[in-house]
């Protein structure tokens, strides 16, 4: 069983390095986020109507995810228009274990382990040859990659500790799924002319949209499931794989350049982030 559940993560890396190269070479990143959400936003609504409501005391963390979630998907809007694909992924992922690994040891007291003081320094040094271009340094892109990167620490760390009092892990993602997805839908329907206008203008561009929303929920769904059969640490570790598929999804798709310093520094990135998490 074991065999097949790590390839399943290896297919849910794969899987979320996908829904973001539709969310880079999408034209209208506002309307690919619209479109996105309404998967989402269904399958929320659904599963709330089969789970428990969450404790009173997880309704700060579940307002604090959905807040932090929503900046991220902004920030990585705008990270994309002005970086490559194979850029700006590896440099968001690389960067949110370090700061998540800064944070359990500030605040949480968390011993500081060797294995993981090695993949700090490997991160770091693969974010910084990333964040280099003709050792000139990517001012348009890489600030907006890092201000992703801290979103994703912040709505980690706010639902580690907000599942653990939430009493029911799926309601509490449910709501912050809702909460956070519901502005975007919002929006798509009022930029673009109510539900008519948006769905049937072009129904194969809408289910394409779509698709992307429906591609990062699997995503998700399949690590949970690999939680219950694998430790953690390793499915955390296996999933930062993605910045690898990222980087050939640009090379092979995109036709960005896959330079030697390109790999090496993903490479940094992903062997850095896989020391910090196991």
Not at 50 to 79: D, E, H, M, N, T
Not at 183 to 200: D, E, I, Q
Not at 224 to 253: C, H
Request: aromatic content about 14%; hydrophobic content about 60%.
């Amino acid at each position: 069983m074991q065999p097949f559940i790590v390839l399943l993560v290896l297919f849910s890396a794969l899987l979320h390095a996908t829904w973001n190269a539709f969310l880079h070479t999408s034209e209208d990143r506002v309307w690919q986020f619209g479109m996105m959400s309404f998967p989402y936003i269904v399958c929320s609504a659904i599963a709330l109507l089969f789970v428990p409501a969450p404790a009173r005391g997880s309704w700060p963390y579940i307002g604090a995810s959905a807040v932090f979630q929503f900046g991220y998907c902004v920030a990585l809007a705008k990270a994309y228009k002005a970086g490559d694909f194979g850029q700006i992924y590896p440099i968001a992922r690389g960067l949110s274990p370090l700061l998540v690994f800064a944070g359990a040891f500030i605040f949480a007291g968390e011993h500081l382990r060797p294995l993981a003081l090695a993949g700090v320094a490997l991160v770091s040094a693969g974010i910084v040859s990333l964040a280099f271009r003709k050792r000139r340094f990517a001012t348009a892109s890489v600030p907006a990659a890092l201000v992703t990167g801290a979103f994703i620490s912040a709505y980690t760390i706010v639902d580690g500790m907000g599942v653990r009092v939430a009493g029911s892990g799926f309601a509490y993602i449910a709501w912050v799924y809702l909460l956070f997805n519901v502005p975007f839908a919002a929006f798509a329907l009022y930029r673009y002319g109510g539900p008519r206008r948006l769905f049937s203008s072009d129904a194969r561009r809408s289910l394409q949209g779509m698709a992307g929303g429906a591609i990062a929920m699997v995503a998700y769904g399949i690590v949970v499931i690999a939680f219950r059969y694998l430790p953690i640490a390793m499915v955390s570790a296996l999933r930062e794989l993605s910045s690898i598929f990222a980087v050939l999804i640009g090379w092979i798709f995109m036709s960005e350049k896959l330079t030697a310093r390109r790999i090496a520094a993903c490479a940094l990135v992903t062997a850095g982030a896989v020391l910090i998490r196991i």
